[in-house]
């Protein structure tokens, strides 16, 4: 089956720096990588996808890259805000059909005012 | 966020007690899925439903079992075989056919005493 590692665990920056969280996944099969943010307590809620014939997506102040022959992609947070703390989680999936992602572990961003 | 609900928000039980979550959507969408949550560990799926009447049993799935008798509900019942209950247990739902996309409910936060 699919195995995503999602790295860093926690990630510490300072407000307006720039913030990338990395996962690899195993399935060369998986063709779709949704983000999602969840804040403390709450539920988490997709912030940006992509599938695999893209390499980069972009979306105000979040973008994400694929590089599909490494088998990683990346979530990048520019100009990063207070509220933008809370722990984001990468998934890894073949779309459409019986769709079932796997999760990475998570990563907590902590953005300091 | 509207669309899916689950209820209760808080749930404690003692040990040995059967115990039922509730999730409900009313976004007319195919699929479900159950996932529990614990610290570090990401999202893990218990069970997940394709159309009504029919689930299979996700990773984790012993200690657990759910029903889908109608569309829009997907009630999980954590048994007293459910070793370590304690955890926030997530429910979600996809439209389903090409749709990748999750919605998640409010979680529920379930405490063995």
């Known amino acids: 089956g699919e195995n995503v590692e999602q790295h860093p665990s926690t990630l510490s920056v300072q407000e307006g720096d720039s913030a990338v969280i990395k996962c690899t996944y195993s399935d060369s099969a998986s063709n779709y990588f949704p983000w999602y943010k969840q804040e403390l307590g709450k539920r988490p809620q997709l912030i940006i996808d992509?599938?695999?014939?893209?390499g980069e997506k972009k979306d105000q102040r979040i973008a994400v890259t694929l590089n599909k022959t490494a088998k990683h992609f990346s979530l990048h947070i520019t100009e990063t805000q207070p509220e933008d703390s809370a722990v984001y989680f990468c998934a890894a999936s073949i779309g459409g059909g019986s769709y079932i992602p796997t999760f990475g572990r998570g990563t907590s961003l902590i953005v300091h005012p | 966020d509207g669309g899916i609900t689950q209820s209760p928000k808080y749930l404690f039980r003692k040990e040995g007690q059967n115990v039922t979550l509730s999730c409900e959507q009313n976004l007319n969408h195919d699929a479900m899925y159950w996932y529990r949550q614990d610290p570090g560990q990401g999202l893990r799926l218990i069970y997940y439903?394709?159309?009504?009447?029919?689930?299979q049993k996700g990773d984790i799935a012993e200690g657990y079992s759910v029903s889908r008798e109608k569309k829009e509900s997907f009630p999980l019942t954590v048994t007293s075989a459910q070793k370590n209950p304690t955890a926030f247990y997530l429910c979600a739902s996809r439209a389903g056919g090409p749709i990748d996309t999750q919605y998640f409910g409010p979680g529920t936060r379930l405490t063995v005493l």
């Open positions: 439903s394709q159309i009504v009447n029919d689930f």
């Open positions: 992509i599938r695999s014939n893209v």
